[in-house]
């Protein structure tokens, strides 16, 4: 995996399985291009079990400890930019309960959770 070749990637979305593949991103970075951190403004997380992945999973302070641990040049980032990192936008999966009330016909599904988190924003 590399992500130096196109220096217009400057957020990451991850919508339920994706939602994981964004925290092997992030941790990717952190342990091995961890000056890369500095592109990333945004983390979208949806779709996720909360009981697998809390929002701190996500949040700049944990790859912002882990990239210190390996060796990040902080000097070189503007410092508020090190200072706050990116934003992080993290909703889970809503509760079966709540889904059965806005799709009773579609319990369950994947495809009645999205829209139930859907209709949380």
């Not at 220096?7 to 990717?28: E, P």
Request: proline share 3%; glycine share 6%.
């Amino acid at each position: 995996m590399e992500l130096k070749p196109d220096l217009d990637i400057h957020a990451l979305y991850g919508f339920s399985g994706g939602a994981y593949n964004v925290w092997w991103i992030l941790n990717f970075l952190a342990e091995n291009q961890p000056d890369d951190l500095q592109r990333v403004n945004l983390v979208v997380v949806l779709g996720l079990d909360k009981q697998y992945k809390r929002k701190a999973d996500y949040e700049w302070a944990k790859y912002q400890a882990i990239a210190i641990k390996h060796g990040v040049h902080s000097g070189a980032w503007d410092k508020d930019k090190w200072k706050n990192g990116w934003e992080t936008i993290y909703h889970t999966n809503p509760d079966r309960s709540s889904c059965q009330q806005c799709c009773p016909r579609k319990s369950g599904t994947r495809f009645q959770r999205s829209i139930c988190l859907a209709q949380t924003f």
